[in-house]
C-alpha cells in the first residue's frame, strides 16, 4: 500500500509544520485504515503507542533531546495514538458519560470511528473550547469544583499526553506516586510507613496541602517547563480556553482545568523538583541497589497536591516549610493554611483516609476515623434507599461497597474497623429486616435473613437469602495483606523493565473476580488475550480516594466476560481451558465481527492476540 498525500498539520500542533499520515511504518498505524470500529486491530495498536513511549522514555533518559522532539512528533501524527487516545476517553474513562459544553457524551462505535478519523485527517488544532464548570462534593463538605473539555478535546489532551508523559516519567522523583501510570496510593502509603519506621529517628512530619493547586497553576512557569514540546501551543490553548458556568463565560488566566485529561500531568510537571527545594538528598547504598535518603536529610512524599516531609527536628520541618513556601510561590500555589501543619509521629496525621501514627514507638497505619464516619454514613443512606427493595437487592448494592472499600484498606492495620463495621452493617440489616416486616416477631427475621450462608466459613450472622448462595459479604473476610510498593523510579514506559511490570501485574491483580475468573485472570498474566492490556487498568485509571474507589472496584468487575473459545451455541463447555478472561469492549468487538448465517453463528472466530 501506498502512503497517503501528505496534509500539512495545523500551526501550532508541531513546531515544524510535521505532517499528518496514515502510512505503513509499525508507529503511525496498522497497514490500511480499518473500516470500522470494530475491524481495528487494538492488541497492534496499543503495542505501537507502548512502544513509542519507550522509545521516548529512553532517550530522554539518554540525554538526547533530539530525538526525544522527533520521536514526540512522530507520537502526535500517528494514527495508533488516535485510535487509542479515542477509545480510552470515550469507553475506558470513568467520565466518559459526562458531557461538555456541546453535550456530546456516550459515543457509539461508529461515532468512536468518526472521531478518530476527523482528528487524525482533519486541522487537529482549532480555538480551544471553553470548558464546562461542575461540582462534586468533597469529603469536607465543600465542592470541588471540575472543568470539563469536550470528548474532541479530550480525545486530543490524550494524544498530547502520550507523547509529553514518557519524557517527564524519566525524570520525576521516586517519591512522587500521584497520577502516574503504575503508582497509586497504596504506594505513596507504604513509601510513608518506610520513612516513618526508619530507626525512628524522624519523628517530626510536615502534613502539607497546596490550597486549589490546580486553580491556580501559573501559566507562564508551565510554559516554561515544557517549552521545546512541540505541541506546547496545543497546550497553551487548553489552559487559557475558558470557563462556561450557567452560561457565563469566564476567562482562564491561571489554573488547568480539573477534569481535563492532561491536567494532572500538568500539576505533576509543575510540582517537579519539590523534593530538591526541601533538602531531600539521596546516595547508592550499593551496586544495583535503589538510592537512600541522605542521614541528616528529610523525606518528602507526595501525592498530587498533598504531601508529607519526615524531619528529625520541628525546627527542620519548619524550615522546609519555609523553603518549600517561597519555592512554590513564582509557580502561583502557596499552602493551605487550614490544612498544613507541623506534628510529631505519636500525635499521627491523616493521608488519603489513613491514620499514620506511632504508638509506644511502633508506627501503624489505619483507617482514619474520618474515613470510618463516611463509610458508615454511605452504607446507612443506602440502606435507608431501598426499604421496600427485596433482601437481592439490598445484597447488589452494599456488596461492592463493602468490597471495594476493604479492598482500599487491607493494606493498613483493619482488623479492628472491619469488625466493627462488620457489627454496624448487621444492625443495618437487621433494621431493614424488622422495618420490611413490621407484623413479623424478632426471631422470624433473624431465621429468614441470618444463617450460615457461606459454606466456606462458620459465620453464623451472615445476611443472605433462603433460597440459593446468595449473600452479605463482610469486611472481615478480607485478608490483611501489605501492599508491594513500587520500586524506586520504575516506570512502565522503561524497556528496560518489561519483566519487572509483567511479574508485578500478576502479582497484584485484584481480587474482584469469582475464583474462576481470578484463576484466569492470573494464567493470563493479568492480560486481555484480545488487546493485550491490563484486565484491570492500573493506578493510571485508578481513583485517588476511598469513596471514588469503591465505584470503580464496583465498575471494574463489570468490564469482564468470560469468553468461550468453542462458543456455547456451537457446543462449547464451561471448562477453564475453553475460558478466556476478556475486557466486556473487546468482547463485543470480538463477536461483533462472528459469521452468521440467518441471525445465527456459524463458526467460532478464533482470537486475534490469542
Not at 475491524?39 to 505501537?48: C, F, L, P, Q, V
Not at 530507626?199 to 512557569?221: N, P, Q, S, T
Not at 468487538?589 to 448465517?597: E, K, T
Request: aromatic residues 10%; charged residues 25%; contains cysteine.
Amino acid at each position: 500500500m501506498k502512503n497517503e498525500a501528505k496534509k500539512p498539520a495545523p500551526k501550532g500542533w508541531l513546531d515544524d509544520g510535521a505532517s499528518l499520515e496514515t502510512g505503513e511504518t509499525p508507529e503511525n498505524g496498522p497497514a490500511g485504515v480499518p473500516k470500522s470500529w470494530h475491524s481495528i486491530d487494538w492488541a497492534k495498536a496499543e503495542g505501537n503507542v507502548r512502544r513509542l513511549r519507550q522509545r521516548i522514555f529512553k532517550a530522554a533518559q539518554q540525554g538526547n533531546q533530539k530525538q526525544v522532539h522527533n520521536l514526540q512528533k512522530l507520537m502526535l501524527r500517528s494514527y495508533s495514538n488516535t485510535l487509542v487516545s479515542v477509545k480510552r476517553v470515550s469507553q475506558l474513562s470513568a467520565g466518559r458519560n459526562t458531557a461538555g459544553i456541546d453535550g456530546v457524551r456516550s459515543l457509539t462505535p461508529k461515532q468512536r470511528y468518526e472521531l478518530a478519523t476527523e482528528i487524525h485527517t482533519d486541522a487537529r488544532l482549532s480555538k480551544a473550547v471553553p470548558v464546562k464548570r461542575v461540582y462534586i462534593p468533597k469529603s469536607n463538605g465543600k465542592q470541588r469544583p471540575l472543568g470539563i473539555p469536550v470528548i474532541r478535546e479530550r480525545a486530543l489532551q490524550a494524544c498530547v499526553k502520550n507523547a509529553l508523559e514518557p519524557e517527564w516519567e524519566s525524570r520525576f522523583e521516586a517519591r512522587n506516586y500521584g497520577f502516574r501510570p503504575g503508582r497509586g496510593c497504596h504506594d505513596a502509603l507504604e513509601a510513608i510507613f518506610n520513612a516513618g519506621s526508619s530507626r525512628g529517628k524522624r519523628v517530626w512530619v510536615l502534613d502539607a496541602d497546596l490550597a486549589g493547586a490546580f486553580d491556580r497553576i501559573d501559566h507562564h512557569h508551565l510554559m516554561r517547563s515544557i517549552d521545546n514540546f512541540p505541541a506546547r501551543e496545543a497546550v497553551r490553548g487548553w489552559l487559557k480556553a475558558g470557563v462556561m458556568e450557567n452560561g457565563r463565560f469566564s476567562p482562564t488566566e491561571e489554573g488547568a482545568p480539573q477534569g481535563g485529561v492532561i491536567s494532572p500531568l500538568l500539576l505533576n510537571i509543575a510540582l517537579h523538583g519539590m523534593e530538591k527545594a526541601a533538602g531531600c538528598r539521596y546516595i547508592k547504598k550499593g551496586v544495583g541497589r535503589e538510592k537512600a535518603a541522605a542521614p541528616g536529610t528529610p523525606i518528602l512524599i507526595r501525592y498530587a497536591d498533598d504531601f508529607v516531609v519526615f524531619c528529625y527536628t520541628k525546627e527542620e520541618a519548619e524550615s522546609a516549610q519555609e523553603r518549600l513556601g517561597e519555592w512554590l510561590a513564582p509557580r502561583g500555589l502557596a499552602f493551605n493554611a487550614e490544612k498544613t501543619k507541623t506534628v510529631h509521629l505519636d500525635q499521627g496525621f491523616d493521608f488519603l483516609g489513613f491514620n499514620v501514627r506511632r504508638y509506644g514507638g511502633q508506627l501503624l497505619t489505619k483507617p482514619s476515623r474520618a474515613a470510618v464516619k463516611r463509610i458508615k454514613e454511605r452504607l446507612r443512606d443506602e440502606v435507608k434507599h431501598l426499604r421496600g427493595a427485596n433482601a437481592e437487592a439490598l445484597i447488589a448494592k452494599l456488596t461492592p461497597i463493602i468490597r471495594g472499600w476493604a479492598t482500599y484498606y487491607r493494606v493498613a492495620v483493619s482488623s479492628k474497623a472491619f469488625s466493627a463495621l462488620d457489627t454496624y452493617v448487621w444492625r443495618l440489616t437487621y433494621k431493614w429486616g424488622r422495618y420490611t416486616h413490621p407484623t413479623k416477631s424478632k426471631t422470624w427475621v433473624v431465621d429468614r435473613y441470618f444463617g450460615r450462608f457461606n459454606p466456606a466459613r462458620e459465620a453464623r450472622w451472615v445476611f443472605g437469602v433462603q433460597q440459593g448462595a446468595y449473600y452479605l459479604r463482610k469486611f472481615s473476610w478480607s485478608k490483611i495483606v501489605r501492599h508491594d510498593m513500587v520500586k524506586g523510579t520504575a516506570s512502565p514506559d522503561d524497556p528496560s523493565l518489561t519483566q519487572y511490570w509483567d511479574k508485578r501485574r500478576r502479582k497484584t491483580i485484584p481480587k474482584a473476580f469469582d475464583k474462576k475468573s481470578l484463576s484466569l485472570a492470573y494464567l493470563q498474566k493479568g492480560i486481555c488475550p484480545m488487546c493485550r492490556q491490563d484486565l484491570i487498568a492500573g493506578a493510571e485509571y485508578q481513583p485517588d480516594n476511598p469513596r471514588e474507589w469503591i465505584d470503580w472496584f464496583a465498575a471494574s468487575r463489570k468490564m469482564m466476560h468470560k469468553h468461550h473459545l468453542v462458543y456455547r451455541s456451537l457446543g462449547g463447555s464451561d471448562e477453564r481451558s475453553n475460558l478466556r478472561l476478556v475486557h466486556s469492549d473487546c468482547h463485543r468487538q470480538h463477536h461483533a465481527n462472528d459469521q452468521r448465517v440467518g441471525g445465527k453463528i456459524v463458526a467460532a472466530r478464533p482470537l486475534r492476540s490469542a
